[in-house]
């Protein structure tokens, strides 16, 4: 799992190594560290850092060791891992016809985000809208594709998907 | 070692004058001399079984539109008629039925000649039997400048990555459809783009086999065979060709800073010819005539090459490829 902690250390030597060396110790692995000097409450300095760990008996004996230690924890939370994919739809549709789909779309996955981009040519009528979809995992990926897929088929929709 | 050319349009002429060009390299390699005992085109044979110049060859094809001065209707008798060890099938391609070409390279196997062929309709149709009868009759059957022309990508996952499980094959297969998107890339619309394409000479007078995918689903299906191990045939492609992409959609995808790219892809369950969105300055978003494919491997990781996918001399150097493996195996 991956976690994030904002964590205060006193403002002396050592302190930074000290609030780090504990993540090792449950075979934790370090992502991401921030050391903000700027943030200091009640003498101690901010560290913001994202680890990942085993599972949740590990997180639990990590929690203890920096309190053990004098580390404060502010806050700690899961960080998700989210897919993120392009779709490009040609054809004659409207932006109500799109926002339909991604309504019909969201009973197969859980959408983090959406966003839709449109373009269209005058002459021939013809529509395009750019689809950037954000989901928690690849398999998700998989079932929106596998919806778009015969969507757009239905349709008489040109489908381009990214890599 | 004699060779019998079936084909002598671009690709036999450029593999005779690449024969040429390397005839001190393949006499101090191996030590003896490599023989043109056949060469045919679609209507006429020139046969010696001391060997024909193959510069001459060339010469004559393209002085009188014809290789030799003998007719035939049938090519299986030339070859029945003409003593010889390996066969280059390089007739044109025939997707429909696999044409000559099939019929010229089942008979070489059948009576246990090696063969080396580009012609992507037998492979594309015939796979499974046509590898079947080289095993059965202990042929050698190679066919690397099938897909991706120059690139090598059939030996180097067959020979280099061997020990590799290869998970995904991901690439531009088709140089003509690569230009015309890099084309549009630059604002030109489709039909602007594909007569440009047609007046360079890197698209036909009818490019249907080119801009619907059907060329590149050959390659896909060449790749899957060849490499994954499984047998499928061209209809099992799930193809989607460009003549539908927009001059509006490759906008719109450029301002997300991609490109549209036809891509063909392969793996145990993928079989698709389509076109993709590429980031630009990813390896398979590249633009020109150039073909590049992504070999997703578990140990190394992605493994990825680019090269010409077509030309004369550039087909005629996987053929070379081939064909000093087969001589290697020999010695």
């Known amino acids: 799992m991956l976690v994030n902690a904002e964590l205060y250390v006193k403002d002396l030597p050592g302190q930074l190594v000290g609030s780090l060396e504990p993540i090792s110790m449950v075979n934790g692995n370090i992502v991401g560290v921030v050391h903000n000097r700027d943030i200091i409450v009640n003498q101690r300095i901010c560290v913001n850092v994202t680890f990942e760990v085993g599972s949740n008996?590990?997180?639990?004996?990590?929690?203890?060791?920096?309190?053990?230690?004098?580390?404060?924890?502010?806050?700690?939370?899961?960080?998700?891992?989210?897919?993120?994919?392009?779709?490009?739809?040609?054809?004659?549709?409207?932006?109500?016809y799109v926002e339909s789909l991604i309504d019909e779309a969201s009973n197969v996955v859980s959408f983090e985000s959406v966003d839709v981009n449109y373009s269209t040519a005058n002459a021939?009528?013809?529509?395009?809208?750019?689809?950037?979809?954000?989901?928690?995992?690849?398999e998700d990926l998989e079932k929106l594709d596998k919806f778009l897929v015969s969507a757009c088929r239905e349709g008489g929709i040109v489908y381009i998907r990214g890599l | 070692?004699?060779?019998?050319?079936?084909?002598?349009?671009?690709?036999?002429?450029?593999?005779?004058?690449?024969?040429?060009?390397?005839?001190?390299?393949?006499?101090?390699?191996?030590?003896?001399?490599?023989?043109?005992?056949?060469?045919?085109?679609?209507?006429?044979?020139?046969?010696?079984?001391?060997?024909l110049d193959p510069l001459e060859l060339v010469a004559t094809k393209k002085a009188?539109?014809?290789?030799?001065?003998?007719?035939?209707?049938?090519s299986v008798k030339v070859m029945d008629s003409v003593e010889y060890d390996l066969l280059v099938e390089v007739s044109p391609t025939d997707i429909n039925t696999?044409?000559?070409?099939?019929?010229?390279?089942?008979?070489?196997?059948?009576h246990g000649k090696d063969v080396i062929t580009v012609n992507k309709g037998p492979l594309a149709l015939n796979f499974s039997e046509l590898i079947?009868?080289?095993?059965?009759?202990?042929?050698?059957?190679?066919?690397?400048?099938?897909v991706g022309g120059a690139m090598p990508i059939i030996n180097l996952c067959r020979e280099n990555l061997v020990g590799e499980n290869i998970k995904s094959i991901r690439g531009i297969l088709n140089g003509t459809c690569n230009y015309i998107l890099s084309k549009m890339d630059n604002g030109q619309p489709f039909e602007q783009a594909?007569?440009?394409?047609?007046?360079?000479?890197?698209?036909e007078t009818d490019p249907t086999s080119d801009v619907e995918g059907y060329d590149a689903a050959c390659k896909v299906v060449i790749l899957a065979n060849s490499i994954f191990g499984r047998n499928v045939t061209f209809s099992d492609v799930n193809i989607t060709g460009i003549r539908s992409i927009t001059a509006e959609a490759v906008a719109l995808a450029s301002s997300h800073n991609?490109?549209?790219?036809?891509?063909?892809?392969?793996?145990?369950?993928?079989?698709?010819?389509?076109?993709?969105?590429?980031?630009?300055?990813?390896?398979l978003g590249l633009s020109g005539t150039l073909n590049a494919a992504q070999i997703t491997t578990d140990l190394a990781g992605p493994v990825t090459v680019t090269g010409h996918g077509a030309g004369r001399i550039e087909t005629a150097s996987a053929i070379l490829s081939d064909f000093i493996s087969i001589m290697d195996d020999r010695d």
């Open chain 2, 194 to 203: 594909l007569k440009e394409a047609q007046q360079m000479g890197y698209a």
């Open chain 2, 64 to 74: 009188t539109g014809k290789v030799g001065k003998e007719t035939y209707t049938d």
């Open chain 2, 258 to 283: 991609m490109v549209i790219r036809l891509i063909g892809e392969v793996s145990d369950t993928k079989l698709e010819v389509s076109p993709r969105l590429i980031p630009k300055g990813h390896p």
């Open chain 2, 132 to 146: 079947g009868l080289a095993k059965k009759n202990k042929c050698k059957f190679r066919f690397e400048g099938s």
């Open chain 2, 98 to 110: 696999g044409g000559v070409g099939l019929k010229n390279i089942r008979n070489a196997l059948e």
């Open chain 2, 1 to 51: 070692m004699r060779i019998l050319i079936a084909g002598f349009g671009t690709v036999g002429q450029g593999f005779a004058e690449v024969l040429a060009a390397r005839k001190e390299f393949l006499r101090n390699r191996y030590g003896k001399d490599v023989r043109i005992v056949c060469a045919m085109d679609s209507k006429t044979f020139a046969a010696d079984p001391k060997g």
């Open chain 1, 57 to 96: 008996d590990d997180l639990e004996k990590l929690k203890k060791a920096w309190k053990s230690r004098d580390i404060l924890i502010a806050s700690i939370g899961s960080v998700y891992k989210t897919c993120t994919m392009e779709y490009l739809l040609v054809g004659s549709f409207s932006a109500s």
């Open chain 1, 124 to 138: 021939t009528n013809t529509m395009t809208a750019m689809i950037t979809a954000e989901v928690l995992s690849q």
